[in-house]
């Protein structure tokens, strides 16, 4: 059972996670998912074959802990707007699409399920900013050699909307069952894809002025062989 939070007031939001979904390739632009697909070929990725995919990962890899384990140096985070099904409708969290970038070399949906998906446990309702989705803004920051640095930045509107999403995914309205996830997809890197100690994430919405942030640190385990 993960626990979520709308705010101080209000009962937390308790949802048993069943099916946890990541939006690959969800760029609202051709330009955009270009953009990714150059970034990622650049570290070996195969292109894909349609996009969006929607790549299944097994739902206890969903945590909202605040430190990851992961094996080897070449894994990395990256924002991703985080839809959760609940019987309290559906909810908006951030989280990261955190990858190993060696598995993702020779299968993006191997690599997808190898670490853990970090999310906040602070969450909005979506019918509170569906109507200014696109005013919504995302970014990440990346803790390097000691040093944190902005990793990604950029509005919602690179991505797909999430009724545009959900109906991709076969769905009609933007409405997740309860104890259906899905990250919603990501943005450029600045830089160039790359590791770090630590990793936090933001989407703010300047309309209301409220801003959801979570923030862990990545523990790289030793490859033995």
């Known amino acids: 059972m993960t626990t979520f939070y709308l705010s101080a007031t209000q009962p937390p939001v308790e949802v048993e996670v069943e099916e946890l979904i990541i939006a690959g390739w969800a760029g609202r632009e051709q330009a955009a998912i270009h953009e990714h697909i150059e970034e990622l070929r650049a570290i070996g990725v195969t ?3 349609t996009t969006p995919l929607f790549y299944r990962v097994a739902a206890n890899q969903l945590t909202t802990d605040p430190g990851v384990q992961v094996l080897g140096e070449a894994t990395s985070g990256e924002v991703e707007v985080v839809l959760i099904g609940s019987h309290a409708g559906t909810l908006v969290g951030i989280g990261s699409d955190h990858t190993d970038r060696e598995a993702e070399a020779w299968s993006v949906a191997h690599s997808k399920q190898v ?3 970090p999310v906040g446990g602070s969450v909005w309702r979506l019918d509170e900013v569906i109507d200014h989705w696109d005013a919504l803004t995302l970014a990440s ?7 944190e640095v902005c990793y990604q930045q950029g509005g919602v509107t690179g991505l797909l909307h999430p009724e545009a999403l959900l109906s991709r995914f076969g769905l009609a309205g933007a409405q997740l069952a309860p104890g259906q996830v899905m990250f919603c997809g990501t943005l450029p890197v600045i830089g160039g894809v790359r590791p770090a100690e630590a990793f936090r994430v933001v989407l ?22």
Do not use: F, M, Q, W
């Not at 920051?141 to 040093?147: L, Q």
């Not at 409220?210 to 990545?218: D, F, N, W």
């Open 47 to 49: 292109p894909p074959s």
């Open 115 to 117: 670490c853990a998906k």
């Open 141 to 147: 920051h990346a803790t390097i050699d000691g040093k």
């Open 204 to 225: 703010t919405d300047p309309v209301t002025g409220r801003t959801l942030e979570h923030a862990y640190r990545v523990e790289t385990l030793p490859v033995v062989a």
